[in-house]
């Protein structure tokens, strides 16, 4: 046998082996990486963020996934809150602040509410404005809701929304309005 073709030989059966591992490697990791499904996943593995608001990630397998800031864009002609923004993380004692139109009021107050992920509410309070209301400029408001998050459990127990509504004592539906956000709980057990 010729050495020349033994090493050759040799040489393309070692090549084969690492294509091989190589193949299989790839194909193992593709299948162990895990996809992105929502706009935190997409950030969390690490992919770029656009600073556009909403915030907007494109994952490496080039899904694109919008950060969810509820309806603050729909309802920012009417009413703009200041704290919390949206997907912030809250805690007892929460400090409500923005402004709303005049026409948002009813005696200078509207009401709010923090719901769970499931939508049970866990606090209700009332904004007050701070100032003149009988206005159809924006006039700013506070409030302060206190709350308890050791009761709630399930996997999204973490995560809820913040709703303000547009005070309607005519009870119409075609009076209501309200604007509503994504917060997210520092839990305690």
Same mark, same amino acid.
């Given at each position: =046998? ?21 193949? /299989? ?9 895990? #996809?992105?499904? !929502?706009?935190? %996943? ?7 963020? =656009? ?16 950060? $969810?800031?509820?309806? !603050? ?13 949206? *997907? ?7 400090? /409500? ?5 005049? *026409? &948002?009021?009813? #005696?200078?107050?509207? +009401?709010?509410?923090? !719901? %769970? &992920? $499931?939508?049970? /509410? ?7 404005? %701070?100032? @003149? &209301? ?5 006039? +700013? ?6 709350? %308890? ?8 127990? @973490? ?7 547009? @005070? ?8 209501? @309005?309200?604007?509503? /956000? ?8």
């Amino acid at each position: =046998m010729n050495p020349r073709t033994s090493f050759i030989g040799k040489t393309t059966g070692i090549l084969a082996i690492l294509l091989l591992i190589v193949a /299989i490697y790839l194909f193992t990791n593709q299948k162990n990486t895990p #996809e992105a499904i !929502t706009f935190e %996943d997409c950030v969390s593995f690490g992919n770029p963020v =656009m600073e556009s608001y909403p915030r907007q990630c494109i994952s490496k397998e080039g899904k694109h996934f919008t950060e $969810d800031i509820g309806n !603050t864009l729909e309802k920012e002609n009417f009413i703009r809150l200041s704290n919390p923004l949206p *997907n912030a993380v809250i805690s007892s004692p929460l400090n /409500i602040t923005g402004s709303a139109r005049g *026409n &948002w009021y009813f #005696e200078a107050s509207f +009401p709010i509410f923090l !719901t %769970d &992920w $499931d939508g049970k /509410i866990i606090a209700r309070g009332i904004a007050t404005a %701070d100032g @003149d &209301w009988m206005t159809s400029d924006f006039v +700013p408001f506070k409030a302060v809701l206190t709350f %308890d998050t050791s009761l709630i459990s399930g996997q999204y127990s @973490d995560r809820g929304s913040l709703i303000l509504k547009k @005070d309607n004592p005519s009870g119409l539906p075609a009076n209501d @309005d309200a604007l509503e /956000i994504p917060v997210k709980f520092i839990i305690k057990k």
